[in-house]
């Protein structure tokens, strides 16, 4: 019995699941709860899906109704939490990454756990772990789980949207080096199993508000700063600038992205002052230039080589500063 077969197997004999993710909800925690979600009820089972805190509105086409959110429902999360006989941790390699009071419910957990992930150096705190660095993407491990597990037979069209929402978002629309060829075939499995890619496309790209094209316009024209010498961009939004233009969760997620297609870039790095603390996004190209090692070593984060995430608690210009301090340290001069 293989690892994946394994996992059916619990899921067969459980009968109170939680599944849950990461805080800050993105496409691919959302997209691998949801396509888990749905598999499990295909199975003939049910869960509930138990999240720190809401997806971003760009993702809110998704059916997420069922969602308890820690934010909104703690009573019912922590009353599921104490029925649950199988929780499974979907897209985080550490309990910390769930939020202080999911965190508490899970590590006081007795029953079985099973950690899907595909970020670096995973915490060891599950029964079960399938952790995959060089998989695209969470949603990617997920959809191996049913293939591997003898039932990809059961991928449809309910299945597969948000699995392939998930390896999307991930990888960039296919453009990071994750996309391996692995990958693609996994995509043509669920384009066989129903998936209408260009519909998931354009439901992600086609909803930006005037609010959110003005908000990214500001950021790429007043504060994106370019170190020349090392091919480094930055762009800093406080909470005042993010107010003006009536900043949604989600509306700066792709600013890293835009920043990096400039010609020649190495990297960019975008924070964005949010509940007190500056949230930052690191994106960069290539092997030699990695931006985990700065975000775990200097600002409380980590990820993957180039597509990492930290945070800090100075003040904007006191971060601006910290990492234009740090840019000459891990970025060689052209």
Known sequence: ?????????????????????????????????????????????????????????FLHWLDTSAFLLMTDQPTEITEAFAKADLVFCLDYNAT?????????????ATCKTIMIDHHLNPEDFATLTVSEPSASSTSELIVELIEQSGNIDLLDEKIGPPLYLGILTDTGSFRFSSTAPRTHEILAKLLTGGVVNNL????????????????????????????????????????????????????????????LSIQGMKAAIVFTERDGI?????????????????????????????????????????????????????????
Request: with cysteine; charged share 25%.
């Open 1 to 57: 019995m293989n690892i994946n077969e394994q996992i059916v197997a619990e899921i067969k004999a459980a009968q109170n699941i939680i599944i849950t993710s990461h805080k800050s909800a993105d496409g691919d925690s959302v997209g691998s709860s949801l396509g888990l979600l749905n598999f499990i009820e295909k199975l003939g089972k049910t869960a509930t899906v138990c999240h720190p805190d809401a997806a971003p509105k």
């Open 96 to 108: 910390n990454r769930i939020g202080p009071d999911m965190q508490a419910l899970l590590e006081a």
């Open 200 to 259: 998931i496309h354009e439901k992600l790209s086609d909803n930006n508000t005037v609010s959110r094209l003005r908000l990214q316009g500001y950021a790429m024209c007043e504060k994106l700063e370019v170190m020349e010498d090392y091919m480094v961009s930055i762009i800093s939004l406080s909470k005042e600038e993010l107010a003006k233009y009536n900043y949604q969760k989600g509306d700066t997620d792709n600013l890293a992205n835009q920043a």
């Open 278 to 334: 500056m949230k930052i996004s690191f994106r960069s190209k290539g092997e030699e230039n990695p931006v985990n090692v700065l975000a775990g070593e200097h600002f409380d984060g980590g990820g993957h080589a180039n597509a990492s995430g930290g945070m800090s608690e100075l003040s904007v210009i006191e971060t601006l500063a910290k990492i234009k301090s740090l840019v000459p340290r891990y970025f060689s001069v052209l």
